[in-house]
């Protein structure tokens, strides 16, 4: 099982908030997280519910697609942290 996708289910059951930001490339991804309480999650795959993907260019204006479910493999998290430690 990837490490990524322990930390962030172990961080989500402490976390005050289950909206997670994500970097996946040079892409921010925020949502709500789908937890596996009860079991049904794939391994490795972290399950964002009403995603918003924002893509920025040097120069130019930001882009926005939002998902009602989004599934994201844990191997391709850069990094990530819950909305409720952002300042």
Same mark, same amino acid.
């Given at each position: 099982?990837? =490490?990524?996708?322990?930390? &962030?289910? !172990?961080?989500? @059951?402490?976390? /005050?908030?289950? $909206?997670?930001? &994500?970097?996946?490339?040079? @892409? @921010?991804? $925020?949502?709500?997280?789908?937890?596996?309480?009860?079991? =049904?999650?794939?391994? +490795?795959?972290?399950?964002?519910?009403?995603?918003?993907? /924002? #893509?920025? #260019?040097?120069? +130019? +204006?930001?882009?926005? #697609? /939002?998902?009602?479910?989004?599934? &994201?493999? $844990? #191997?391709? &998290?850069?990094?990530?942290?819950? @909305?409720?430690?952002? !300042?």
């Amino acid at each position: 099982m990837c =490490k990524t996708f322990d930390a &962030i289910q !172990k961080l989500a @059951k402490k976390a /005050e908030s289950d $909206s997670i930001i &994500i970097w996946v490339g040079h @892409k @921010k991804v $925020s949502g709500r997280l789908y937890t596996c309480d009860e079991g =049904k999650c794939l391994d +490795e795959v972290i399950t964002l519910q009403d995603a918003v993907i /924002e #893509h920025c #260019h040097r120069g +130019e +204006e930001c882009q926005f #697609h /939002e998902f009602k479910w989004l599934n &994201i493999p $844990s #191997h391709a &998290i850069k990094a990530f942290t819950f @909305k409720c430690c952002v !300042k």
